[in-house]
């Protein structure tokens, strides 16, 4: 959890989410993102957090039943095949996730159409900067090249022009 401590509130924060929202936690593990994001939604919103491993997820489940999250559910899943409808969630969050099974861009496109119009992925990725390419050595370099000119330019959220949101081109 220290790990995660600092990237939490302004991962929460960049996604927009608020009351009354629907938010799905990509990678949820064991709930260091989820937990926020749910408060955040607050018991009008709904949260749902998807992890590949069984035992997190039902691990996530019975510690949210202990708190009386009942507006927070988890499921079994692979990111790269994420089951949902389309237009499905106002906010998509990933905590330290993504870069684990992206090998591309191409990859991260599913998630474009779960989003409504003016929906926001927001992710967070480690930062490896090698000398001798500047990139981060530790993603793909479809990754690196996809997401780093966003997160060094922020956006007005009001305007809907962030790089992730339904209105604009994967």
Same mark, same amino acid.
């Given at each position: 959890?220290?790990?995660?401590?600092?990237?939490?509130?302004?991962?929460?924060?960049?996604?927009?989410?608020?009351?009354?929202?629907? !938010?799905?936690? !990509?990678?949820?593990?064991?709930?260091?993102?989820?937990?926020? !994001?749910?408060?955040?939604?607050e018991p009008s919103g709904e949260v749902i957090?998807?992890?590949?491993? %069984?035992?997190?997820? %039902? *691990? +996530?489940?019975?510690?949210a039943r202990e708190r009386g999250l009942g507006?927070?559910?988890?499921?079994?899943?692979?990111?790269?095949?994420?089951? *949902?409808?389309?237009?499905?969630?106002?906010?998509?969050?990933?905590?330290?996730? +993504?870069?684990?099974?992206?090998?591309?861009?191409? %990859?991260?496109?599913? *998630?474009?159409?779960?989003?409504?119009?003016?929906g926001v992925f927001s992710a967070s990725t480690?930062?490896?900067?090698?000398?001798?390419?500047?990139?981060?050595?530790?993603?793909?370099?479809? !990754?690196?090249?996809?997401?780093?000119?966003?997160?060094?330019?922020?956006?007005?959220?009001?305007?809907?022009?962030?790089?992730?949101?339904?209105?604009?081109?994967?």
């Open positions: 959890m220290i790990l995660f401590s600092p990237i939490v509130r302004p991962l929460v924060e960049s996604s927009g989410t608020g009351t009354g929202q629907s !938010v799905l936690d !990509v990678g949820c593990g064991t709930r260091h993102l989820l937990f926020p !994001v749910t408060e955040a939604v957090g998807f992890d590949l491993a %069984e035992e997190m997820a %039902e *691990y +996530v489940e019975g510690d507006q927070m559910a988890t499921h079994v899943m692979n990111g790269q095949k994420p089951d *949902y409808p389309a237009a499905r969630f106002d906010a998509i969050v990933a905590g330290f996730s +993504v870069f684990i099974w992206t090998h591309g861009s191409s %990859e991260l496109r599913p *998630y474009r159409a779960l989003l409504r119009p003016c480690p930062s490896f900067f090698p000398t001798t390419t500047g990139k981060w050595g530790f993603l793909p370099e479809t !990754v690196h090249d996809l997401l780093l000119p966003h997160l060094t330019q922020p956006k007005e959220r009001d305007a809907c022009d962030c790089p992730f949101a339904t209105t604009t081109g994967w």
